[in-house]
């Protein structure tokens, strides 16, 4: 297949930063720019060449009647000296970007498109060195190469202060996930996907989707957690002002892919994606393209963002018997989609299933003596360690009142790079008996503490300087409100007393 560059005179002409492409009639030609970046090398026809066939059969996976081949640009005597993606052209009024941009009703096609996202990815090629593309050390080295890439334009262009965040933030994440990377590894969720998926390159049509422009010129690009793929285009109609639409539109793929992730791993991987758009939008900045600085910055902040919120969090939700901590624990759990481990019902599961723990027989004997209390909160400590390393922000329902084992809490904050979160519930001694009585006539809850057994707690409570007190004496909104409070301005911090 051959061009004439004469031809393709009067042609409309889009530019990114490593093609320009040339709408000419029901066809769109893309020619590779000859440049040469950190993560490609365009700069040789023979490469161009090699990247435009490959383009072509990558892209074929998804849209085959769109990708139609490869023509060789010739010059008047017949001399190649370039190569052009042949495409069938899209109609731009369907492209998914303008329709969200005209906030026009977009949900039945988004809807389409996670369908066809999750069949391909079942599709998808997967080996050992496909998988080994979402390992922690090269997800890691990801990070690294665009923060590199990004460093000459940290000042100029990028806020000092938020880059250096962000790369803290993905590096605490990284450094207590590792479990969580290899589990996803092992279940085959790692795949040679598209790389690239924006909301410029996905065509609504009346027949269905139309998913372009798959990463080509690198193969490491390409591979990833099949989350890593979707939350692309999460991020991207985030970019473009319709967040609820990313959330929609990963809530559709879980539904069809039946792929499940704690909800950290999709904030981690919607950052990573901003951070690769930031990176662009600044190589473009340097070729003189007008509103990339601006991009470039929200994007960062689009990053700081969502890496903010996957901050893995162990929250200790404490206080004496009758101050409220299983109630205001389970209600942070609800809203906030937190797992919950209890002491009460570890030492439930202990007595029934091992019948290791002796009935209760008063404050510091059978089930409370120290060593089965010491027990508990070890299962306690242990099952939170498991949930922490795959990504699970958990709250941990106690008393807490023995700093050695709050110590023991905070060591294992520190070891999974998770953010400790301390909450001490406090009400009046009289409203807390008066609930302690109320809970044992009614025979409700796990918890077996006695008035007299608070009492004896009370005495011998270490101070807890550390946590933040919530009153539990006014409504139940009210007190989960000021948890809340305390956990969302909670930031990574020195774990260690």
């Not at 998914?96 to 369908?115: S, W």
């Amino acid at each position: 297949m051959w061009v004439d560059v004469a031809s393709l005179n009067r042609a409309e002409i889009v530019e990114t930063h490593i093609s320009t492409v040339i709408l000419v009639g029901d066809r769109a030609y893309k020619l590779k720019k000859p440049v040469k970046f950190g993560f490609l090398d365009f700069s040789t026809r023979e490469a161009r060449e090699r990247a435009c066939h490959r383009e072509v059969a990558l892209n074929r996976r998804l849209t085959p009647d769109v990708y139609l081949g490869v023509a060789d640009v010739g010059s008047a005597d017949g001399t190649p000296c370039d190569h052009l993606v042949v495409m069938r052209r899209m109609p731009a009024d369907r492209r998914l970007a303008t329709l969200v941009g005209r906030g026009l009703p977009v949900q039945d096609g988004l809807r389409a498109v996670a369908r066809a996202a999750a069949a391909f990815h079942a599709a998808c090629e997967t080996s050992a060195p496909i998988a080994a593309a979402a390992s922690p050390a090269t997800v890691r080295a990801n990070w690294d190469a665009n923060f590199r890439e990004m460093a000459p334009f940290v000042g100029p262009v990028l806020d000092p202060t938020e880059f250096a965040r962000v790369e803290a933030l993905a590096r605490r994440y990284l450094d207590g996930r590792r479990d969580l990377f290899r589990q996803r590894m092992r279940d085959g969720l790692v795949v040679d996907g598209h790389g690239d998926l924006k909301a410029d390159d996905i065509f609504l049509l009346d027949d269905g989707p139309r998913i372009l422009d798959c990463i080509e010129f690198d193969d490491r690009l390409r591979y990833g957690d099949v989350l890593a793929d979707v939350t692309f285009l999460a991020m991207d109609l985030e970019r473009l002002g319709a967040p609820d639409l990313g959330r929609k539109f990963l809530d559709w793929y879980v539904e069809f892919s039946v792929e499940s992730h704690p909800r950290s791993l999709a904030e981690h991987y919607i950052a990573y994606r901003a951070q690769v758009r930031s990176k662009v939008a600044c190589l473009r900045y340097a070729q003189d393209v007008g509103p990339a600085a601006a991009e470039a910055k929200h994007l960062l902040k689009i990053a700081h963002t969502h890496l903010d919120r996957g901050r893995v969090r162990l929250i200790l939700v404490g206080g004496l018997p009758g101050t409220g901590k299983s109630t205001l624990a389970a209600a942070i759990a609800d809203r906030l989609g937190f797992a919950m481990l209890s002491t009460d019902e570890v030492r439930k599961e202990l007595r029934t299933v091992g019948g290791s723990l002796d009935g209760p027989a008063g404050f510091g004997r059978g089930a409370y003596s120290p060593g089965n209390v010491a027990r508990v909160y070890r299962t306690l400590l242990r099952r939170a360690r498991v949930a922490l390393r795959m990504g699970e922000s958990v709250i941990l329902d106690g008393s807490w009142t023995d700093a050695t084992k709050r110590q023991a809490a905070h060591d294992l904050a520190d070891a999974t790079a998770s953010d400790i979160v301390e909450l001490e519930c406090v009400a009046p001694p009289h409203l807390a008996m008066k609930r302690i009585a109320g809970r044992l006539r009614a025979g409700a809850g796990l918890s077996e503490a006695t008035p007299q057994v608070a009492a004896n707690m009370a005495v011998e409570a270490h101070s807890w300087p550390s946590a933040t007190p919530i009153n539990t004496s006014f409504r139940p909104t009210q007190s989960l409100q000021a948890a809340l409070d305390a956990i969302v301005g909670e930031g990574p911090r020195d774990n260690r007393h």
